[in-house]
């Protein structure tokens, strides 16, 4: 499986930002997709998952912020991210496969300014 993500940029705060992670491959194996971030010296984050059923879980601190989504196939996973803040920066990355981040995507860095 191969991931490819798109959608990061400058932001101010306040704004908002969609990410999407294109799949290919052996895409009728990915069971649950999802969105990690890290910061430089930081512990990479799970920001959300979203599993072929359609259960989501997110981290607390983007709830009722970011939503996650995916199309029916599984080719394709979206991060709308909205109501940014200062601390949402870092580079995101998608995940992908039987289990989450069996596979993973190159991160795109989202900056939100102050």
């Known amino acids: 499986v191969q991931l490819q993500a798109s959608g990061g940029g400058l932001v101010q705060a306040g704004g908002f930002l969609r990410l999407s992670c294109a799949a290919s491959?052996?895409?009728?194996?990915?069971?649950?997709m999802g969105w990690f971030r890290q910061v430089p010296g930081k512990l990479r984050e799970l920001v959300a998952r979203?599993?072929?059923?359609?259960?989501?879980n997110y981290a607390d601190s983007v709830k009722g912020r970011f939503t996650i989504s995916r199309d029916n196939a599984m080719s394709a996973v979206y991060l709308q991210m909205s109501s940014l803040k200062p601390e949402d920066t870092a580079v995101y990355s998608c995940?992908?496969?039987?289990?989450?981040?069996?596979?993973w995507g190159k991160g795109t860095l989202v900056t939100v300014s102050s």
């Open positions: 979203i599993t072929r059923g359609g259960n989501t």
């Open positions: 995940t992908a496969g039987r289990f989450l981040a069996q596979y």
């Open positions: 491959g052996s895409i009728s194996s990915i069971d649950t």
